[in-house]
Nanobody, 123 residues
């Protein structure tokens, strides 16, 4: 069983929306910062949106600002990534990850990773 279980993903037209979710399995989300990363074919994995353990701090890659929103609810042990106004260049596999309090927010050195979800944006 994966420690982080993802749902969502799919295929949409440019300008469309998708929501991804990530739920912990076997542990609570509390005290973990969380992040969303994506990897396009032939490219390196990159951070796109992250949220601090308290929920009070967020980071967004510049090219997704104003389009993507990361949120969390520790009572549900779940993190979401709402993606609006999607573009073809947003296509890739999206991973959620968590890092214990004190870890660097949005670095690629997170403790646990989800299985990934394919997002395809095309006409």
């Amino acid at each position: 069983q994966a420690l982080l279980v993802q749902s969502g993903g799919g295929s949409v037209q440019p300008g469309g929306s998708l929501e991804l979710s990530c739920t912990t399995s076997g542990f609570t989300l509390q005290n973990y910062a969380a992040g969303w990363f994506r990897q396009a074919t032939g490219k390196e994995r990159e951070a796109v949106a992250c949220i601090s353990s308290s929920g009070g701090g967020t980071y967004y890659k510049e090219i997704v600002k104003g389009r993507f929103t990361v949120s969390r609810n520790d009572a549900k042990n779940t993190v979401w990534l709402q993606m609006n106004f999607l573009r073809p260049e947003d296509t890739g596999v999206y991973y959620c990850a968590v890092v214990w309090l004190g870890g660097r927010l949005c670095a690629d050195t997170y403790d646990y990773w989800g299985q990934g979800a394919q997002v395809t944006v095309s006409s």
